[in-house]
């Protein structure tokens, strides 16, 4: 599975960014398809995955929304009013029993 991503930029705070993964090759639609994210210093983190249901991580409930294309092969996460604690790279991933995948990564950067 390869996975491409697209969308991350230099925005001001309260901006807003889309983020889009497309998946190719051998991918199962049955799949896990989200994003982490991992700052400067800082451990990689979940922000949102999408299966059966959506799931975020606490800090940008409200602000981030997830979704997927009808074939569960791209995967957006829709970002509004952006802090500059959201700057990271952003990295798409994908999972389908045992098989994990991860894009390139997509640099955030929010400034104050």
């Known amino acids: 599975v390869r996975l491409v991503e697209s969308g991350g930029g230099l925005v001001q705070a309260g901006d807003s960014l889309r983020l889009s993964c497309g998946a190719s090759?051998?991918?199962?639609?049955?799949?896990?398809m989200g994003w982490y994210r991992q700052a400067a210093g800082k451990e990689r983190e979940m922000v949102a995955t999408?299966?059966?249901?959506?799931n975020y991580v606490d800090s940008v409930k409200g602000r981030f929304t997830i979704s997927r294309n009808k074939a569960r092969n791209t995967v957006y996460l829709q970002m509004n009013n952006l802090k500059p604690e959201d700057t990271a790279v952003y990295y798409c991933?994908?999972?389908?029993?045992?098989?994990?995948?991860w894009g390139q990564g997509a640099q955030v950067t929010v400034s104050s």
């Open positions: 090759g051998s991918y199962a639609s049955v799949n896990v």
């Open positions: 999408i299966g059966m249901t959506a």
């Open positions: 991933y994908y999972r389908y029993r045992d098989i994990e995948a």
